[in-house]
């Protein structure tokens, strides 16, 4: 009797987590019904045919023309390339995941996905689950078998939408495969210096899950949202984890943004000061961009955090338009200054007024009721993904940053909920 009455007790407890996850559940997706996504480039003035048009001609660019990054291999498999640098990072593949579910190109992103699974995911030993962020689709090995914990971040969170929008009963269980990398995570304990890819004791995502690197972080790898996509639809038992960090995150980029110029440095500690590493000192650039993109998404997918990130947005383009709205440049001391280190080292890194950065520039008038945040969306409008006039061209990273930027100011970057 008393095995009986322990029996009915488990079943009742068991009962009891699985309603109160549900009922969690189908209160977030009430919540993400509810969630407005501004067309900005129709606020702007501009014709519906020619927002689709301009979407479809960057999503042509970089995926299908001439100059693009994706190549597929075989009858199953595709990657995004670095042209410049010649590999497939885990950023990219992601990358192009995202933009695959968000635009429903389902090919696309189950070839992403097959090449990432088969050629850079560790399929055993202490990086089990986890990815080699930098593959060479020539020789097809591994260049490092580190991985770079953004590009995780993105394939949970691309997979997880992949269930909602497609279901996992299409040839790949996307939600199984989304599950596989973060239980993989919750594994890492140390053995063979892996770690989780989230600082569990400071509930912010590591620059690497390895090593030292497990105890510093990268301001454009806090994406607040994705937490609390995880948080809604992982099921793996960290929700109140996953929303702590998202939490986390928010205030981390108060700390991470200057109070005036609101740029900040591209890697940082976990109290938000610059960390300068031996190949760059501390400074606004590359990695930086993706910041005020990052806080526009979560402005307008969760607005937990709009007081202040209206007051960023504010900061940001106030100081871009300090320096020229069409000629700022792409790299600064966090105070606004040009960087010592460019100065010194002549001709290279060069300062362009970059289309990536002119790209998550424009997100931010998302955030912000001021009219004049406009003049920052007819300046993507106007961008063009061509050379620059010193000849430098980059189709990828550029090229990535302005389709997702193109994505979000027409709506068109969205939490997937299920069907």
């Given at each position: 009797m008393?095995?009986?009455?322990k029996?009915?007790?488990s079943?009742?407890?068991?009962?009891?987590?699985?309603?109160?996850?549900?009922?969690?559940?189908?209160?977030?997706e009430?919540?993400?019904?509810?969630?407005?996504?501004?067309?900005?480039?129709l606020?702007?003035?501009?014709?519906?045919?020619?927002?689709?048009k301009?979407?479809?001609?960057?999503?042509y660019?970089?995926?299908?023309?001439?100059?693009?990054?994706?190549?597929?291999?075989?009858?199953?498999?595709?990657?995004?390339?670095?042209?410049?640098n010649?590999?497939?990072?885990?950023?990219?593949?992601?990358?192009?995941?995202?933009?695959?579910v968000?635009l429903n190109?389902?090919?696309?992103?189950?070839?992403?996905?097959?090449?990432?699974?088969t050629?850079?995911?560790?399929?055993s030993?202490?990086?089990e689950?986890?990815?080699a962020?930098?593959?060479?689709?020539?020789?097809?090995?591994?260049?490092?078998?580190?991985s770079?914990?953004?590009g995780?971040?993105?394939?949970?969170?691309?997979?997880?939408?992949?269930?909602?929008k497609?279901?996992?009963?299409?040839?790949?269980?996307?939600?199984?495969?989304?599950?596989?990398?973060?239980?993989?995570?919750?594994?890492?304990?140390?053995?063979?210096?892996?770690?989780n890819l989230?600082?569990?004791?400071?509930?912010?995502i590591s620059?690497v899950p390895e090593?030292?690197?497990?105890?510093?972080?990268?301001?454009?790898?806090?994406?607040?949202?994705?937490?609390?996509?995880?948080?809604?639809y992982?099921?793996?038992?960290h929700e109140?984890?996953y929303?702590?960090?998202?939490?986390?995150s928010?205030?981390?980029?108060h700390?991470?943004t200057?109070?005036v110029t609101?740029?900040?440095?591209d890697?940082t500690?976990?109290s938000?000061?610059?960390?300068?590493?031996r190949?760059?000192?501390?400074g606004?650039?590359?990695?930086?961009?993706?910041?005020?993109?990052?806080?526009?998404?979560?402005?307008?997918?969760f607005?937990?955090?709009?007081?202040?990130q209206?007051?960023y947005?504010?900061?940001?383009?106030?100081?871009?338009?300090?320096k020229?709205?069409?000629?700022?440049?792409?790299?600064?001391?966090?105070d606004?200054?040009?960087?010592?280190?460019?100065?010194?080292a002549?001709?290279?890194?060069?300062l362009?007024?970059?289309i990536?950065l002119?790209?998550?520039?424009?997100?931010?008038?998302?955030?912000?009721?001021?009219?004049s945040?406009?003049?920052?969306?007819?300046?993507?409008?106007?961008?063009?993904?061509?050379?620059?006039?010193?000849?430098?061209?980059d189709?990828?990273?550029?090229?990535?940053?302005?389709?997702?930027?193109?994505?979000?100011?027409?709506?068109?970057?969205?939490?997937i909920?299920?069907?």
């Amino acid at each position: 009797m008393k095995i009986f009455n322990k029996n009915i007790f488990s079943i009742f407890i068991i009962f009891t987590l699985s309603s109160l996850v549900v009922t969690s559940q189908n209160k977030a997706e009430s919540t993400f019904k509810n969630v407005k996504y501004k067309n900005l480039f129709l606020e702007a003035g501009y014709k519906k045919s020619d927002i689709n048009k301009k979407l479809s001609k960057a999503y042509y660019d970089i995926f299908e023309g001439p100059n693009r990054v994706y190549f597929e291999v075989g009858d199953s498999m595709a990657y995004v390339s670095d042209v410049k640098n010649k590999d497939a990072r885990t950023e990219g593949m992601s990358y192009g995941m995202m933009i695959a579910v968000q635009l429903n190109k389902k090919e696309v992103f189950d070839r992403i996905w097959r090449f990432s699974k088969t050629y850079m995911q560790h399929q055993s030993g202490p990086r089990e689950g986890y990815f080699a962020w930098s593959f060479n689709p020539v020789t097809m090995k591994k260049n490092s078998p580190g991985s770079a914990s953004d590009g995780e971040l993105y394939y949970i969170t691309s997979l997880i939408f992949a269930s909602n929008k497609w279901g996992n009963n299409t040839g790949i269980n996307y939600y199984k495969e989304a599950r596989r990398i973060l239980d993989a995570m919750w594994k890492k304990d140390g053995t063979g210096n892996i770690y989780n890819l989230i600082n569990t004791e400071h509930k912010q995502i590591s620059f690497v899950p390895e090593g030292n690197n497990y105890n510093w972080t990268d301001p454009s790898y806090h994406l607040p949202a994705f937490y609390e996509i995880w948080a809604a639809y992982a099921k793996d038992g960290h929700e109140e984890f996953y929303k702590a960090c998202a939490d986390t995150s928010r205030v981390f980029l108060h700390r991470a943004t200057h109070p005036v110029t609101a740029l900040n440095s591209d890697y940082t500690e976990f109290s938000g000061e610059p960390h300068p590493t031996r190949w760059m000192p501390a400074g606004f650039r590359y990695d930086s961009w993706r910041v005020p993109m990052n806080i526009a998404m979560d402005y307008v997918w969760f607005g937990k955090d709009k007081d202040w990130q209206k007051g960023y947005a504010k900061r940001f383009q106030n100081f871009l338009r300090s320096k020229g709205l069409d000629t700022y440049e792409d790299q600064f001391n966090l105070d606004g200054s040009r960087p010592e280190f460019i100065l010194k080292a002549g001709k290279e890194p060069k300062l362009r007024h970059s289309i990536g950065l002119v790209s998550t520039a424009a997100t931010t008038a998302l955030i912000s009721n001021d009219k004049s945040s406009l003049d920052f969306v007819h300046a993507i409008w106007d961008a063009k993904l061509e050379p620059y006039e010193d000849g430098y061209f980059d189709p990828y990273y550029d090229g990535l940053l302005y389709l997702f930027s193109l994505m979000h100011l027409s709506g068109n970057y969205q939490i997937i909920l299920p069907n």
